[in-house]
C-alpha cells in the first residue's frame, strides 16, 4: 500500500513538474484550425495550433503553397529566398531577423528555415520560424508564430509536422506539378 502511494505521488509531481516546464511540442500536438487572413493572390492557406499545454506556449503554424515563386535552379538556397517567399506580411507591418537562416529538408524538399521578431500593426512583437521549402519550381511555405521566442523544440516538432505524411501529401498535391 505504501509503495502504491509513493508511486501515485511520483506520477503526480512528475506530471505536475511537466506542466509547470510548459508540455513537450510534438508533431502531433498540431491541430488544423481556421486560416485567419483574407484572401490573397496566394490564395487561402492551411492553420494549424499547439496549445500551451502541449507545446510550452500557444504556437500557430500557418501553411501555403506558392506556385512558381521559386528558384528553379536553386531553390531556396539563401535567407534572401526565405525572406522574398515568406509570409511575414500576413502577421504585421515590419519584422527583423534574429539570426541567420538555417538548411532544412522536409520530406523530399529542401529549404531554409529563419528566425524573426514581427511587429504587429497593434504594435504587439511576435515571434516567428519561416520555414520555406522548394518542389521543383514552387515554395512550400510555413511561418510558425507565438508570443515567446520559438524554441529549439517548437521549431523541431513543426519541421516533424510539416515532414509528417499528411502534410507531404498535401505539398506534393498543391506543388511540383
Known amino acids: 500500500m505504501r509503495r502504491?502511494?509513493?508511486?501515485?505521488?511520483?506520477?503526480?509531481?512528475?506530471c505536475l513538474a511537466g506542466l509547470?516546464?510548459?508540455?513537450?511540442?510534438?508533431a502531433e500536438s498540431f491541430t488544423e484550425t481556421k486560416w485567419p487572413f483574407l484572401i490573397d493572390q496566394w490564395g487561402l492557406g492551411n492553420a494549424y495550433q499547439c496549445k500551451a499545454a502541449e507545446c510550452g506556449?500557444?504556437?500557430?503554424?500557418?501553411?501555403?503553397?506558392?506556385v512558381g515563386f521559386c528558384n528553379c535552379t536553386t531553390g531556396i538556397a539563401e535567407d534572401e529566398e526565405i525572406d522574398r517567399v515568406g509570409?511575414?506580411?500576413?502577421?504585421?507591418?515590419?519584422?527583423?531577423?534574429?539570426?541567420l537562416g538555417a538548411p532544412v529538408t522536409v520530406g523530399w524538399m529542401k529549404g531554409r528555415a529563419r528566425a524573426f521578431v514581427v511587429e504587429g500593426r497593434d504594435r504587439r512583437e511576435r515571434h516567428a520560424l519561416t520555414v520555406a521549402v522548394?518542389?521543383?519550381?514552387?515554395?512550400?511555405?510555413?511561418?510558425?508564430?507565438?508570443?515567446q521566442p520559438i524554441s529549439s523544440d517548437i521549431e523541431r516538432s513543426?519541421?516533424?509536422?510539416?515532414?509528417?505524411?499528411?502534410?507531404l501529401r498535401w505539398a506534393a498535391a498543391n506543388t511540383g506539378l
Not at 509547470?20 to 510534438?26: C, H, K, N, Q, S
Not at 509570409?87 to 539570426?99: E, F, I, T, V
Open 134 to 147: 522548394s518542389n521543383k519550381c514552387d515554395a512550400v511555405v510555413a511561418t510558425v508564430v507565438a508570443d
Open 20 to 26: 509547470l516546464a510548459g508540455g513537450t511540442a510534438r
Open 87 to 99: 509570409d511575414l506580411g500576413l502577421l504585421g507591418w515590419q519584422s527583423r531577423a534574429r539570426a
Open 4 to 14: 502504491a502511494r509513493f508511486a501515485l505521488a511520483w506520477l503526480a509531481a512528475s
Open 158 to 167: 513543426a519541421i516533424e509536422f510539416l515532414g509528417s505524411r499528411p502534410i
Open 57 to 66: 506556449v500557444d504556437v500557430t503554424l500557418y501553411l501555403r503553397a506558392k
